[in-house]
């Protein structure tokens, strides 16, 4: 299984960025997912939750601090999920990790998730 995030950048405070994510690998693999979503670090900070979305893209988990202004959805056709975040924050800027579980369930515990991408920078300047 690979996952392969597109989209970050630099971004004013107040504006909205992308990000999307896809993931490759057999059939067998991909049947055998139960989430897809999003974690980021920012410097000399833990892993932080962001959004999760189930496999069938039916059920949605979005952390406190960007629920509101973020909406997470995914394509089921091509495996690929999608964030989209509105009115950034400074506090917003960091490292943001695509990622995947096997099991079902939608958790907030970066532990929880087998697969993670190679991480995209977002950067919110004020």
């Known amino acids: 299984v690979q996952l392969q995030a597109f989209g970050g950048g630099l971004v004013q405070a107040g504006g909205s960025l992308a990000l999307s994510c896809t993931l490759s690998?057999?059939?067998?693999?991909?049947?055998?997912?139960?989430?897809m979503g999003w974690f980021r670090q920012a410097p000399g900070k833990e892993r932080g939750f962001v959004a999760i979305?189930?496999?069938?893209?039916?059920?949605?988990y979005v952390a406190d601090s960007v629920k509101g202004r973020s909406a997470i959805s995914k394509d089921n056709v091509n495996n690929t999920v999608h964030l989209r975040m509105n009115n950034l924050r400074p506090e917003d800027t960091a490292v943001y990790y695509c990622?995947?579980?096997?099991?079902?369930?939608?958790?907030?515990?970066?532990?929880?998730?087998?697969?993670w991408g190679q991480g995209t920078q977002v950067t919110v300047s004020s």
């Open positions: 990622v995947a579980k096997r099991r079902p369930g939608l958790s907030s515990e970066w532990d929880e998730y087998h697969y």
């Open positions: 690998g057999s059939i067998f693999s991909r049947n055998s997912m139960g989430a």
């Open positions: 979305i189930s496999w069938n893209g039916g059920v949605t």
